[in-house]
């Protein structure tokens, strides 16, 4: 008799706990739905107040995107577009020499591609040509201090960029007389371009400038070695010796 009260209590119990569950999962269900409802009162006014939310929002929304899908890409391809034929555009300037408009059609690009390294080393030339353009001295080293500015962020894009690299190199040495700021560039470069001519050329200018005669000798050396141009060689050599009689003394 009490074997058969106690397996009666157990019955009773499950029972119990099994509709506590589904209580508790059906209050679960009630609270999501609720949830779920007031966010979409929230976002779209009273317009779901006091209705079931169901799946039928959802759907409504997947058959919109369905819809719209195609033509949202279109619309990013196009704006893609866009991006290329002010690029392009841009070029077209700078050929013609009108950097002021190339740097504007380039502001354009960079609204829409943001990332491109391209773009800014491009927008950093025509400000350098533009600070050239300027009567003023605030406005040319203004223009000169965003030529920077566009130069360091084509670089941060992509920081074996090459051409500039060597472009701010150039108006770090020629244009604001600040040739240390161009060496750790120079050296980045010809890393990535082991044969380039031009750079070496600067870079054994800028040991030159800043006292490291040893450094720019192994430059202008390097250079009749690989340079396959003549003249190029011949200035290297010219160098190497005015160099090498302020270390020596003339032979």
């Known amino acids: 008799m009490t074997l058969y009260i106690m397996k009666l209590m157990k019955s009773l119990l499950s029972g119990i706990l099994t509709i506590q569950i589904c209580i508790l ?29 169901s799946a039928q929002r959802i759907e409504e929304i997947e058959e919109a995107i369905g819809r719209y899908r195609q033509e ?24 013609g020499g009108m950097y002021g408009a190339a740097y504007d059609a380039l502001k354009q690009a960079i ?17 350098a040509r533009m600070s050239k353009a300027q009567v003023l001295r605030e406005d040319r080293e203004r223009w ?10 084509a670089i941060d894009l992509d920081p074996g960029y090459a051409d500039a ?3 701010l190199s150039v108006l770090y040495v020629f244009e604001l007389e600040r040739p240390e700021e161009a060496e750790a560039l120079l050296e980045t470069m010809l890393i990535v371009e082991s044969k380039e001519i031009e750079g070496r ?9 800043l006292g490291k005669l040893e450094q720019a000798l192994e430059l202008y050396k390097e250079i ?11 200035e290297a050599r010219d160098n190497r010796k005015r160099i090498e009689d302020e270390l020596y003394g003339a032979q």
């Open 25 to 53: 999962v059906s209050c679960a269900r009630i609270d999501r739905e609720e949830e779920a409802r007031d966010q979409l009162i929230e976002m779209e006014g009273d317009i779901y107040r006091d209705q079931e939310v």
């Open 72 to 95: 949202v890409e279109r619309t990013v391809d196009a704006m893609g577009q866009v991006g290329i034929y002010y690029k392009m555009l841009a070029i077209e300037y700078m050929r």
């Open 111 to 127: 609204e829409i591609h943001p990332e491109n390294p391209i773009l800014f080393y491009y927008s950093a030339v025509c400000a």
């Open 144 to 153: 000169l201090e965003r030529s920077v500015a566009l130069y360091r962020r």
């Open 165 to 167: 690299l060597y472009g």
């Open 201 to 209: 050329f600067l870079l054994a200018g800028v040991y030159y400038r």
């Open 224 to 234: 009749e070695s690989l340079s396959a141009v003549e003249q190029k060689r011949q």
